[in-house]
Every structure is written in structure tokens, then in C-alpha cells.
């Protein structure tokens, strides 16, 4: 399998779909020629014109609910918002738009609009363009959240969030994208709702999501060394969300631990440790513990920063702690 | 010029067709207004009684698959589309057989197949749906035109400036119609709207008419133009119609005197009616007697009744069904 990383491996996805249908589009802020500062859409304007990368004016609710109106006439826009934080710009359209739409016609209007954000601190970014806000958007019915952690899942995942009927927010770590990863060759999509085993272990689970997953897996190398066997498992999708593989993980292992960029209080962290706590409670040998990110803006200063997140070094701390091993 | 022009293109079917279309929304809205004051609706509704000339004159400039995106007082807009009265009602009702199962009510009513995208209860929400669906037009290479109804509130909407600016670079088929029934809920217009109207999209460069509100031939003329300006690849308009809601913000607001007066509202009824005044020019124009605008009314009435009817025998949904329709 070649490797690609993690930003080869959304630019493909897209290219893919993009030569696959014809009603696909992409719109958004410097995507065509600058191919998004992040460079994550380079060259695709050369292969599909202008007319299917279209370069936006600084307009975030604009080109949103311009895709919402291309969505529901039979066109599979993807639309591109550059920075996680200006989710909140674009709330009205996603939030009371696009995921009622269907509902509120009783079935007969279909959003298949693809919505591409990013997220994720530590890049020196300052408060508002270091949020991840995926838990705004997950408390939304209507709407389906996808947080890919590795290239080949962000292949996959992405392939299928553009041929999903529903609006679809699929959202990027901004750090994730030099990370390099194995990808299969050729057409391969990943269904929505199943969560994927990246560790497996046997003394604690740790559910991870989007770049915590890499912060978990370097905290099982770590327990390893110290002879705690931990299973690191991502739900890949919060919506829909894969409960029974957290369940079933927690059960096994009679620990849990949850891992989310998120602001811990009211997150997806707290959602993902209520899960497990309801369904697994009598498997559990200690309380489910969360880890999100403090509940502070996030500070521009890289000292102050660094605090802010969870690390490896957190996140062995909290597994040996309920294992017992402080 | 041009409003001659188009009323010697009106012919003598279309210009009764017009007449039975408004009488048949006020019809209509009385009968809500009515279901609303006998507890037998739930929820409130949004009475569009006084401002006919505009859905019905639009929207007979229109193709049936033409899109048009409509409000909070959208009832109009959906019967000048093509909707059937009685799925409306049960609509209205929250009945399994309404457009949209019950699940949508008077302020979401969608009819895809007549090309009505649905009304919206976010004001001005739907500019940017309307202008994706012009965007949808031109890039499928269909010559569908969309139209996009709003009230004079939405001129407070920042959605708007942004897919104005997006239409006119982008020269979609998209025609903005400014319905500007004076008041902002409780609000006139003038304490909310600085400058003039008209100067806002024509600072997009969009071509920018107004046209009376109550005169439902001028506002099909017009609106004809701009239908075959926009398919014929001239790009986005915007039609500023001046009317008047004879009734309350919604259907509970019956003591209006602290924003407006008796007298005002007395002299939109008895001068600017747009029925009154199309009414009269038939018979001027000898398309129409007096008896023949009676029949009208009658067979509206009776399809009114009819439909009621057929609403309110309707069964509500299941309970079941609350969780179907989340997600496609």
C-alpha cells in the first residue's frame, strides 16, 4: 500500500468523487488556485476547471447556503470552510437549514451537501482559529459528523460522506495533515458508524478521536512499557455513532478512558463517557474518565497552549490511575 | 413602457386565472384565521391577506419547474405554485396527508414537485437556498429561473448581501422579491431601513425595478421581464413590491394600535385591495361581469370547503413516526 499523508489523502478522495459525478462541486475560500492555505486541494482546479473549484468570496454563510439550494435540486456540493471557528458563522445554515430540511418536508427535500472543516490547537493560531467545536455540531439532529484520525480513513470516510444523502460535517485536525499514513490502492469507501479498533489491549480502553488518536497510541507505547495493555478505539464517526464497539471495548477491559479536542465540559467527551457509563456500568471496575481540552480560549502563548490539550503523558496518567498504578 | 407592453400580453384567461388564484388565497387565509380563533389549529399562523398580487403576479410568470424559496407568510406563495388546498390545511393541522406529513406545519410547507423549496421560519434563511438553486440551473444547464420571496425585514440580513454579491459576480438566475408590507413585525420599515431600497442591490450591480404590490398585472409584467432577462443568461434582479399586511404580524396580534393605525389599515382595505382593483379592471376591460367574478368566489369557496374538510377528517400521524425522516 502506498504511503500518503493524511492531506494527499483528502485530495484524492475529492478528485475521486469529483471525476466519479458530475454533480459535484467544491466551493469555498482560496480553494482553486491557492488550493486552500493549507494546500490540501492543490492541483484539483487544473484537472476539473473553475466551475467545479470555485473560489468563494469571504462569504461563510453565503457559499453555505448556496450549497444547501444546489443540495436539494440534485447537486452534491462540498463546501469548504477554512478554519473550524467559522462554524459559527455558518450556524444558521447548517444547523436550521440544512439538517431540518428533510425532516421538516417530511422526507421529501435530501441535503446531500458535504460540509469540510477543520480543527485542533497547538498550532499557534490563538482563539479563534484553534477551536473544535464538532460537539455544536453533533448535538444537531439532521446532521452527520465525521472525524477521520488517520489518511486512509480520511479517504474513505470522505468518499462516503460525499455520496451520503444527509449534510454531512466532515472535520479535519489542521496538525494531522503532514501526518503520512498507508493507504489502499484503488476505490474504497468506509461506512459511516463504525467505530475501528487501532489498538488492541486488554487493561483499559481508550476512546480517541480525530488527532487524539495518535496522543492515545503514543500513551499505549508507553504503558506497554509499564505492563498496562491499552486498546485504543476510534469512533470515527460521533454521528452516527458506533455505541455497542465502545461498549463492547469497556466491557472487555472493565476501564475506560475518553480522549477529545473538545472543551471537556458539555463535549463529545462527556456524551462518549455517558454511553459507556449507562450501558457498561456492572463491566466497570472504575468510574469513566474524560479527557478534553481545558475550558479556557485558547491562548496564544505556546507555554499556555501546550496545557490546554491532552497529551500522551496525561493520558497514561489517567489509564494508571485507574489501573490502580499511581 | 414595459407595464404596457406586458398588460397587451396578458390575455383574457390568464387575467381571470389571476383573479381566481388571489381569491382563492384569501379564501384560504380567512378560513386559517378562522380555524386559528376556534382553537381548532395548533400554533400560530402568519395571514398573507392583502399582499395576493405579488405570489399570484410572480408566480404566474413562472414555470411549474421553477423554484422559489418562501417565508413565515408563505401561504400564498405555496397556493400560487400549484399546492392543493386541502394538503395544505392538513398541512396546517399537523395531519399525516399534509406536504409535509404533518411535520413541517403553516411555516415549512414544502411542494418539491411544483418547484416550491419549502417557506422558511428564519427571516431571510432562504435567499441563500434560492441562490444555490439558480447556481444549481446554471451549472446543470437546465434555463430554470429561482425566485426568492422575502419581506422587507430581511433587508436586515447579512445572508442576503453575501449571495446578492455571489449572484451578480456568478450572473445566476435568481430574482430577489422584496415584499415590503411596511412593517418589521411590530416595526415600521422606516425605523429599521436606512437609505433607499433600491440603492442596496444595485450596488451589487443587479438590475433593480419596483413595481406597486396591489397591482397584480404590473407585478407579472415585470416579474415576466426579469423571468426572461434571468433564462435568457442576463442574471440575478431584484423587485421591490410595496404592499400591505391587512392583518396582525401573525394571527394573534389583533391590537395593533400601538404601531399602526385603524385609519391606515382602513385605507389599504378600501383603496389598495388587490382584488378590488383586478376585479374592477376586468370588468372595465369587459373580461369579466360582475356575476362571473361571483361565480369565482363561489367555486373557490367551494374547493376551500372542500379541502377543509378533507383536513380536518384527516388522521394525525402515528406517534411512530416522530423518529422517521431524520436523516435521508
Known amino acids: ?326 | 413602457m414595459s407595464l404596457t407592453a406586458s398588460r397587451t400580453e396578458l390575455g383574457a384567461d390568464l387575467a381571470l386565472e389571476m383573479y381566481r388564484r388571489m381569491t382563492l388565497i384569501r379564501l384560504f387565509e380567512e378560513q386559517a384565521n378562522e380555524l386559528y380563533r376556534s382553537a381548532k389549529m395548533p400554533g400560530l399562523t402568519h395571514l398573507y391577506i392583502g399582499e395576493e398580487a405579488i405570489a399570484v403576479g410572480v408566480c404566474s410568470a413562472l414555470r411549474r419547474e421553477d423554484w422559489i424559496t418562501s417565508t413565515h407568510r408563505g401561504h400564498g406563495h405555496c397556493l400560487a405554485k400549484g399546492a392543493e388546498v386541502g394538503r395544505m390545511f392538513a398541512e396546517l393541522l399537523g395531519k399525516e396527508a399534509g406536504y409535509c406529513r404533518g411535520k413541517g406545519g403553516s411555516m415549512h410547507i414544502a411542494d418539491h414537485e411544483n418547484g416550491n423549496l419549502g417557506a422558511n421560519a428564519i427571516v431571510g434563511g432562504s435567499t441563500g437556498i434560492a441562490t444555490g438553486a439558480a447556481f444549481s440551473a446554471k451549472r446543470r444547464g437546465t434555463d430554470q429561473v429561482a425566485v426568492c420571496f422575502f419581506g422587507e425585514g430581511a433587508l436586515g440580513q447579512g445572508l442576503l448581501y453575501e449571495v446578492m454579491n455571489i449572484a451578480s459576480l456568478w450572473t445566476l438566475p435568481v430574482i430577489y422579491v422584496c415584499e415590503n408590507n411596511q412593517y418589521n413585525e411590530y416595526t415600521h420599515y422606516l425605523e429599521a431601513t436606512a437609505g433607499e431600497i433600491l440603492a442596496r442591490p444595485r450596488a451589487f450591480g443587479i438590475e433593480a425595478r419596483e413595481v406597486d404590490g396591489q397591482d397584480v398585472r404590473a407585478v407579472y409584467g415585470q416579474t415576466a421581464e426579469l423571468v426572461e432577462r434571468a433564462r435568457g443568461g442576463g442574471g440575478p434582479a431584484f423587485l421591490l413590491c410595496n404592499t400591505y399586511r391587512y392583518h396582525g404580524h401573525h394571527v394573534g396580534d389583533v391590537d395593533r394600535a400601538y404601531y399602526r393605525t385603524k385609519e391606515e389599515e382602513d385605507l389599504w382595505r378600501s383603496e389598495r385591495d388587490p382584488l378590488a382593483l383586478h376585479g374592477t379592471w376586468l370588468e372595465e376591460q369587459r373580461l369579466a361581469t360582475p356575476e362571473t367574478l361571483k361565480n369565482t368566489e363561489l367555486e373557490a369557496r367551494a374547493e376551500i370547503g372542500a379541502g377543509l374538510a378533507f383536513a380536518l377528517e384527516a388522521p394525525f400521524p402515528d406517534p411512530s413516526e416522530v423518529t422517521e425522516d431524520v436523516y435521508a
Open chain 1, 1 to 326: 500500500m502506498p504511503e500518503l499523508t493524511f492531506a494527499q489523502a483528502v485530495n484524492q478522495a475529492l478528485a475521486e468523487e469529483l471525476r466519479r459525478d458530475d454533480t459535484v462541486f467544491v466551493i469555498g475560500e482560496d480553494v482553486a488556485e491557492a488550493g486552500t492555505p493549507f494546500k490540501v486541494l492543490a492541483g484539483l482546479v487544473d484537472e476539473f476547471g473553475p466551475e467545479r473549484v470555485l473560489d468563494s468570496p469571504i462569504s461563510e454563510p453565503g457559499i453555505t447556503g448556496l450549497g444547501v439550494g444546489a443540495a436539494v435540486t440534485g447537486m452534491r456540493p462540498v463546501v469548504d470552510i477554512m478554519f473550524g471557528d467559522f462554524l459559527t458563522l455558518v450556524m444558521d445554515q447548517l444547523a436550521n437549514q440544512a439538517a431540518k430540511t428533510h425532516y421538516m418536508s417530511g422526507g421529501k427535500l435530501k441535503v446531500p451537501l458535504t460540509l469540510r472543516t477543520t480543527m485542533g490547537a497547538t498550532r499557534r493560531s490563538a482563539a479563534q482559529h484553534s477551536q473544535s467545536l464538532h460537539a455544536w455540531v453533533a448535538h444537531v439532529p439532521g446532521l452527520k459528523v465525521v472525524l477521520p484520525s488517520t489518511p486512509a480513513d480520511a479517504k474513505g470516510l470522505l468518499k462516503t460522506a460525499i455520496r451520503d444523502d444527509n449534510p454531512v460535517v466532515f472535520i479535519e485536525d489542521k496538525m494531522d495533515y503532514a501526518v503520512k499514513g498507508e493507504v489502499p490502492d484503488g476505490e474504497y469507501t468506509i461506512p459511516f458508524g463504525v467505530a475501528d479498533v487501532k489498538r488492541e489491549g486488554e487493561d483499559v480502553t481508550i476512546v480517541a478521536t480525530s488527532s487524539m488518536v495518535r496522543v492515545a497510541l503514543a500513551a499505549a507505547e508507553q504503558l506497554e512499557t509499564e505492563g498496562i495493555s491499552a486498546e485504543v478505539i476510534d469512533p470515527r464517526t460521533l454521528v452516527p455513532l458506533d455505541r455497542d464497539a465502545l461498549i463492547a471495548s469497556a466491557e472487555k477491559t472493565g476501564r475506560a478512558i475518553v480522549v477529545d479536542e473538545g472543551h471537556q465540559s458539555y463535549g463529545a467527551s462527556a456524551e462518549l463517557a455517558a454511553v459507556i457509563a449507562e450501558r457498561a456500568f456492572y463491566s466497570l471496575d472504575a468510574p469513566v474518565r474524560r479527557l478534553g481540552a481545558m475550558d479556557v480560549p485558547v491562548p496564544f502563548s505556546p507555554p499556555l497552549e501546550d496545557e490546554t490539550v491532552p497529551t500522551p503523558e496525561t493520558v497514561a496518567a489517567a489509564a494508571r490511575q485507574l489501573c490502580g498504578r499511581t
